[in-house]
């Protein structure tokens, strides 16, 4: 995690005159500040989350509090991306609240995260979304066949909950064969609007 955010930050022009440095680009190094306080934020959040790996939840577990959980107890996490998800979601199916697995070299940590199920009824393709309630997670989406729905969905579970070193960073680098399941894509949040967002999930349902 060091190295990639060393990775990250901008370089830093500075001029040495003798025994005295001085920073010459001062923007980058405001946006180098910035990085490393969210980083640090971040790994607080993962060391309050750290977790044995015999702790895992199973599949059947989520599934049965799927059929007790209300719209309110996503909401309460004042997601923007979540409660855009919930009006998305096909009535038809539950929402899954599952936990996700961050499995890096020696420790373990997981997130409480959702599957969201996006379909109409004229399309064979259901499109499977998991948004973490982590704000600074990509959101990950999948595109299935409405047949195997539950076939599927147990084994985007499965991966989700596996010792696959880094597998977000993974997915991203499309190094993950996933093709059993489906076709996969990531949608980052960044600074677009909660539209192109939302335009990204749903492209070439309709």
């Known amino acids: 995690m060091i190295k990639y955010i060393e990775r990250k930050l901008p370089k830093i022009r500075c001029q040495i005159n003798g025994n005295t440095l001085t920073v010459i680009d001062t923007v980058n190094l405001d946006n180098a500040f910035l990085m490393i306080v969210e980083y640090t934020k971040q790994q607080d959040y993962l060391k309050q989350n750290v977790i044995d790996k015999s702790n895992k939840i199973s599949f059947n577990t989520c599934l049965e509090k799927s059929k007790y959980l209300t719209d309110n107890e996503i909401k309460k996490y004042k997601s923007k991306y979540l409660n855009t998800l919930i009006s998305l979601q096909n009535k038809n199916y539950k929402i899954i609240p599952i936990i996700e697995t961050l499995t890096y070299k020696n420790m373990v940590y997981i997130e409480d995260a959702f599957i969201f199920t996006i379909c109409v009824k004229q399309n064979p393709i259901i499109r499977i979304i998991i ?37 977000r960073q993974e997915l991203h680098n499309k190094s993950v064969d ?24 749903i492209k070439g349902m309709l």
């Not at 989406?141 to 084994?155: A, D, G, L, P």
């Not at 399941?181 to 335009?199: A, E, L, M, P």
Request: proline content about 2%; glycine content about 2%; hydrophobic content about 40%.
């Open 131 to 167: 948004e973490n309630i982590n704000p600074n997670r990509a959101t990950i989406v999948f595109n299935i066949i409405r047949n195997n729905y539950f076939e599927n969905v147990k084994k985007v579970f499965a991966f989700l909950n596996s010792d696959v070193i880094n597998k």
């Open 178 to 201: 996933l093709s059993d399941i489906g076709t996969y894509y990531i949608v980052n949040h960044n600074d677009d609007s909660i539209h192109k967002w939302t335009f990204k999930l």
